[in-house]
C-alpha cells in the first residue's frame, strides 16, 4: 500500500483552496468597502457638529475654516464643504470609491459607490 498522494488528489485539493481564496477575496472586498463607508459616514457627522457648534457660536463666516480642522479617518481623504447656506458636505475615499453627502435641506448624509 503506497502512503503517498496521487496527483488527482494534489490537483484537487490545490483547486478547492483557490476556490475559497477566491471567495475570501470577494468577502473581504465587500467587507472593506462597507468599513470605508461607515468610516466617512462617521467623518462627515462628526464634522457636521462642530460645524453646527461653530454656526451656533459665529455665524456662517467661518464654517470652510471650520471643515477644515475637522478630524478625519485613515479612510478618508478629504472634507469639502460645497456651500454655506444650505450646507453641503462632501467627503470622499482614499481610494475615490466612495463618497458620502450631506445637504441640509434634506437633512440625510447618503452614501455611494464612485
Known amino acids: 500500500m503506497s502512503k503517498a498522494f496521487t496527483l488527482i488528489e494534489v490537483l484537487v485539493v490545490i483547486g478547492i483552496i483557490t476556490i475559497l481564496l ?10 472593506l468597502s ?9 467623518d462627515v457627522r ?14 456662517t463666516s467661518s464654517l470652510s475654516q471650520v471643515v477644515a480642522t475637522c478630524p478625519k479617518s485613515k479612510y478618508t481623504q478629504n ?5 454655506e447656506n444650505p450646507i453641503k458636505l462632501t467627503a470622499t475615499s482614499i481610494s475615490g470609491e466612495v463618497a458620502c453627502s450631506y445637504n441640509e435641506t434634506s437633512g440625510l448624509v447618503l452614501c455611494s459607490e464612485i
Open 22 to 31: 477566491g471567495l475570501a477575496i470577494i468577502f473581504y472586498h465587500q467587507y
Open 34 to 42: 462597507k468599513a470605508i463607508k461607515a468610516s466617512l459616514l462617521s
Open 46 to 59: 462628526n464634522c457636521l457638529s462642530l460645524v453646527a457648534i461653530s454656526k451656533q457660536e459665529n455665524g
Open 79 to 83: 472634507l469639502i464643504l460645497e456651500s
